[in-house]
């Protein structure tokens, strides 16, 4: 149980492009999902934080007009990267939480984005 | 400040043999969740184990094993064993604050295991 999908694996865009990344709750409901941004080698950076049908919460430093994220449903979160350059390529994580005290979070396999 | 500290950036263990990572944090909260994360080479996160701040019992899961110190603010993982799928960064993490639904993660220990 507690699986999270993200889609796509990989994607490569053009500078000034729009991409979408979705994050989905395979069989749980997940009251709260994460973004996270991977650098090589590095650890993992905390971007934003969405409940469902409200707005996300974006860490500082972090341009929420930039990384748009939707969070429609209950198994359902999109970051979408709006005009992207090349440094925003990366490595993007999603998490998932499914309620509970335990602050556990279930993560998605990642995608890479390159952006030429 | 709640912050996590890993202070092995790498570390390498002989197949079979046991290995210990770090890990220290910071925190004013009395009750929290402590997390040891896998992250293989395929990337994908994998939760290894998970320590209740309030129980005094370490918490174990198979191979793996923590040395919780509340006192200290250490949690420290112990791999038996090791297998050469344990090759692998670890991450410590945990709730920054208490009814955050953040997770702070230390900067990672690469971990790997020889034949």
């Known amino acids: 149980g507690a699986v999270v999908s993200q889609h796509p694996s990989r994607v490569i865009c053009k500078s000034g492009t729009s991409v979408k990344i979705e994050c989905r709750s395979l069989d749980f409901q997940a009251t709260t999902m994460f973004w996270y941004r991977q650098f090589p080698k590095q650890s993992l950076m905390l971007m934003a934080t969405s409940n469902e049908g409200s707005k996300a919460t974006y860490e500082q430093g972090v341009e929420k007009d930039k990384f748009l994220i939707n969070h429609a449903s209950l198994t359902l979160s999109t970051l979408t990267v709006t005009s992207a350059h090349p440094e925003d390529s990366s490595f993007y994580i999603c998490?998932?939480?499914?309620?509970?005290?335990?602050?556990?979070?279930?993560f998605g396999p990642g995608t890479r984005l390159t952006v030429t | 400040a709640q912050t996590v500290t890993q202070s092995q950036p790498e570390m390498s263990v002989q197949e079979a043999e046991t290995v210990t990572l770090s890990c220290t944090y910071d925190?004013?909260?009395?009750?929290?969740?402590l997390f040891w994360y896998k992250q293989p080479p395929s990337r994908q996160m994998i939760l290894v184990i998970r320590q209740e701040a309030y129980k005094q019992q370490n918490a174990t899961e198979n191979r793996f094993s923590v040395n919780f110190q509340k006192a200290a603010k250490s949690f420290s993982l112990k791999i038996s064993d090791s297998q050469l799928g344990d090759t692998a960064m670890y991450f410590c993490a945990f709730p920054p604050q208490g009814g955050s639904e953040k997770l702070v993660f230390g900067k990672g220990t690469k971990l790997t295991v020889n034949p």
């Open positions: 925190t004013s909260e009395n009750n929290y969740y």
């Open positions: 998490s998932a939480r499914g309620g509970g005290a335990n602050y556990e979070q279930y």
